[in-house]
């Protein structure tokens, strides 16, 4: 299996800049890159640590101004990421983003900032953005939800963009999303749901409550049932810090937390989750992430 896997991978790697390769079949894995040099300097980052697609932050996390689109720099990311068969970009909103937060102000940041990286990612038509649904700050899980529904109905009938996915979290403070219940009901109120999507963290569920370490096919079960599994468009693949339950969200390496390797091993191998992009939001820099994209690699089950 690990000869056929090493054959594969360096079939895609000899094939090079030439390569469209359907008919092979790889991981989509990727890990959160810094923006700062541009999208040309982040394709080939992930490049050089055997990634084929990546996350990172539209602007700074914790708010703020993005830089000007360069228009040269996504014409040849756009050219790379063909070249090198990468799966769909994430671009992660701020942390500052709260849509159902009790300040006006705070609430109409989220709408302009929301709007804005929209029309950005329209000129990168395969990625996602994904977002917190955002914290009611007492208000209730009811009002929250009718916060964030409402800003998706002004935000995405006024800006075409990418499909954006609402993140599972895990509970911690007064956190909406930690419940598929929750996701689906903001999906329900939302009037373009074609636009809206889920993208499942690991380390999130496992602190919310959900036990993808002994019951991952009761988990997806369960998001099949009340969400829909075809909603579900990326894993945010991460190991926690934190006890099962915790509602805490601390992320750990992969391994070294309460996952564990052959947990995360299971999801990147599940028959319902294995196509789908996977992106680590692990403790690491550049090299530590190599580590875990081989390591992941290593045990990816390459079927003919
Ligand atoms: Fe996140
Ligand atoms: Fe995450
Ligand atoms: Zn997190």
């Known amino acids: 299996m690990l000869l056929i896997r090493l054959f594969v991978q ?5 094939m090079g800049d030439k390569q469209h390769s359907e008919e092979v079949i790889m991981l989509k894995i990727g890990c959160h890159l810094s923006a700062s040099k541009g999208y040309l300097n982040m394709g080939q980052e992930a490049w050089s640590i055997d990634a084929n697609t990546f996350q990172f932050f539209t602007r700074n996390p914790r708010g703020g101004k993005a830089k000007d689109l360069d228009h040269d720099d996504i014409a040849a990311f756009l050219k790379f990421a063909e070249e090198h068969n990468f799966a769909p970009i994430l671009a992660h909103a701020p ?27 329209s000129y990168t038509p395969d990625s996602y ?23 998706l ?5 006024e800006n075409p963009g990418p499909m954006v996915l609402l993140e599972t979290m895990s509970g911690k403070g007064s956190e909406v999303g930690s419940r598929f219940e929750e996701l689906r009901e903001i999906i329900d109120r939302t009037d ?15 602190d919310a409550g ?21 909603r579900l468009k990326a894993i945010h693949v991460n190991d926690s810090k934190n006890p099962f339950g915790s509602h805490k969200d601390r992320h750990e390496k992969i391994g070294d937390g309460t996952l564990g ?9 599940h028959p319902k989750l294995r196509d789908l992009p996977f992106y680590l939001e692990t403790p690491n820099e550049l090299d530590g992430y190599a580590k875990e994209i081989a390591e992941l690699r290593k045990v990816y089950i390459i079927h003919d």
């Open 95 to 121: 942390y500052t983003l709260n849509p159902c937060a009790k300040d006006d102000r705070v609430r109409e940041f989220a709408f302009e900032v929301m709007a804005d990286d929209l029309r950005r990612l």
């Open 210 to 230: 959900y036990d993808i370490v002994n019951d991952l096919d009761g988990v997806l079960n369960e998001f099949d049932q009340i969400i829909g599994l075809q």
């Open 129 to 151: 953005y994904n977002f917190h649904p955002g914290s009611h700050v007492g208000q209730g899980i009811e009002r929250g939800i009718e916060l964030i529904s409402e800003l």
């Open 261 to 269: 390797f052959t947990a995360i091993e299971r999801v990147i191998n």
């Open 153 to 157: 109905n002004v935000i995405l009938p």
């Open 192 to 206: 373009l749901q074609d636009r809206v999507g889920v993208c499942l963290d690991t380390c999130h569920v496992n």
């Open 10 to 14: 360096s079939v895609v790697k000899s």
